[in-house]
């Protein structure tokens, strides 16, 4: 086998920009969940702990508008690498190693659920990124321009009532609260438990901020790549 | 001074006899009662003033006074046997207002209505609930409300007690940004019942230029359609028909099941597939050993 030439901990799954957006995103999801939630849930005593905190209302709201623009540049950002990784670097937006949702995805799931409950031997036929990755991905990159677009409505809703019926505005609270329910849900608990909590790799998984993984995880969860690694047509760096 | 007010009784002049609603009324303060506790007055606002500067002397109506021979000694409500038209005296503003409000109006007609014979109440809403028409003591405890308290604090108490009787509204608010960032998050700049209605005037803001101007107190470059958000979205569907803004209620609540059919959906679906996974990848572990 040809694995014997690659250095086992040197198998790169996430670029520097991959690992710096999602510390950008840890921090500004957090900043965006604590202020967001004192507001949402504001008669609980952690919330009005959490103003005091920050130093009052007005304090709060500032440093969720902070986080929304630091969080939201983060997805801008990525939107640029993914033009200039297309039209600059002609790469493929799409295919095997892709974040882009396939019909492969699907048929990873059944077989995945088949598996999980005993109907199969061994996990799909994994590539770079599982279909539970992508949603990952993708719940992030759709949420935060739906947050992005009622969050800009109840920050200037004197301005969007000049075109908009001003019940939107409370339509924009709704989906707002409900959408940051789920997310931080989502995030707080099925990402973290998903990502991290696992019996294989508790307590954490640390390969999103160095970058790095070993051949044997990437052997298990990610066959596919891996053969394609192994075979020389991908150095395991390329990151779309 | 003090000893006529241990045991003090307000003034029984009134001819007006609250048959229709007794002493019921959620909206009486609960501290209401023919009898003043002394330690609590003197932390209010009138704590200053001696009894008969509100209430007149003992012998002015030709009664004794207590005078416990009265059939309706004791049994009356104080709030509804005060003569409020005493509070301008030094209240005078704030009268003038109450005499131009709804609530002045509402009281007007209840007492029009105990003044003619037993002739049946005309129902125009059968399905409210009615209340006594508030009187000045109804919102303020003359005796205890204490002077001096902060924008947030008397915010606060205002949506209690606008609650008593309004109780869907205050509730409502309180699930409004306005009321979450006030009331539970004492926040100054926010806007209070009365920010909106009127302390004394007592506004219902059903036409939508009285609202913008009240809306641009705040929120200066507000246009007309800014007024069509609604404050008070979650009251209960009879109040709801009530209100001019039904239609957006409506369809605000049809989001809002939406919502949250989606975020159940989605829990259900990413709990259940983590949940499997995890007792895979256990059963994996376990079985190797």
């Known amino acids: 086998m040809p694995d014997q030439t690659i250095p086992p901990d040197r198998l790169m799954r996430f670029s520097v920009l991959d690992r710096l957006l999602h510390l950008v995103l840890i921090f500004g999801f957090t900043g965006l969940a604590a202020s967001g939630f004192s507001l949402g849930f504001s008669a609980t005593a952690p919330a009005r702990a959490f103003i005091w905190l920050v130093g009052g209302t007005a304090h709060a709201a500032w440093l969720h508008r902070f986080c929304a623009i630091i969080t939201y540049s983060s997805v801008v950002i990525h939107g640029l690498w993914f033009l200039y990784f297309r039209f600059v670097l002609r790469g493929r937006l799409t295919g095997p190693r892709s974040i882009a949702p396939s019909k492969k995805d699907l048929k990873d799931f059944k077989q995945n659920m088949a598996y999980f409950i005993g109907w199969r031997p061994s996990p799909p036929d994994f590539d770079k990124f599982t279909y539970m990755e992508k949603i990952d991905y993708w719940a992030i990159f759709i949420g935060m321009n739906t947050m992005g677009i009622t969050g800009l409505i109840l920050w200037f809703p004197e301005w969007f009532t000049r075109f908009l019926p001003g019940v939107w505005v409370n339509i924009a609270q709704v989906l707002h609260y409900w959408e940051a329910i789920l997310a931080v849900v989502v995030k707080l608990f099925i990402h973290v438990g998903m990502a991290h909590l696992r019996p294989t790799v508790y307590p954490a998984d640390t390969s999103i901020f160095s970058g790095r993984t070993t051949r044997e995880r990437m052997m298990a969860e990610h066959p596919a790549e891996w053969r394609s690694i192994a075979a020389g047509r991908d150095k395991g760096i390329e990151t779309e | ?289």
């Not at chain 2, 109506?61 to 005078?67: K, Q, R, Y």
Request: charged letters at 25%.
């Open chain 2, 1 to 289: 001074m003090m000893v006529c007010a241990a045991v003090f009784f307000g003034l029984l002049s009134s001819g007006l006899t609250d048959q229709t609603h007794a002493d019921v009324s959620p909206a009486v303060p609960v501290q209401s009662s023919w009898f003043v506790d002394m330690q609590r007055f003197q932390k209010g606002a009138h704590a200053n003033f001696k009894c008969e500067e509100c209430h007149g002397s003992m012998i002015e109506d030709g009664h004794t006074h207590p005078d416990p021979n009265r059939p309706d000694f004791l049994k009356t409500s104080a709030t509804r046997q005060f003569d409020y038209r005493r509070c301008q005296k030094c209240h005078k503003l704030s009268y003038q207002r109450y005499l131009k409000g709804k609530h002045a109006k509402a009281l007007k007609e209840e007492t029009e209505s105990a003044g003619k014979a037993k002739a049946p109440v005309k129902e125009t809403q059968p399905a409210k609930e009615k209340y006594p028409a508030p009187t000045c003591g109804e919102c303020h405890s003359a005796h205890y409300d204490p002077a001096g308290m902060s924008r947030v604090a008397v915010g606060a108490r205002m949506t209690s007690r606008c609650g008593r009787c309004h109780k869907e509204y205050s509730e409502s608010y309180l699930d409004n940004i306005h009321g979450k960032l006030g009331v539970n998050l004492a926040d100054k700049a926010s806007a209070f019942c009365t920010d909106c209605h009127g302390a004394h005037s007592v506004v219902a803001l059903e036409k939508q230029q009285d609202t913008l101007i009240v809306c641009q107190r705040c929120h200066p470059k507000a246009a007309s359609e800014f007024t069509q958000f609604v404050i008070h979205a979650s009251v209960s569907d009879s109040a709801a028909k009530e209100s001019p803004k039904n239609n957006s209620i409506v369809w605000i609540r049809r989001v809002q099941t939406v919502a949250i059919a989606v975020v159940a959906l989605s829990l259900i679906f990413f709990f259940g597939h983590t949940i499997l996974w995890l007792l895979r990848e256990k059963h994996e572990k376990l079985r190797k050993h």
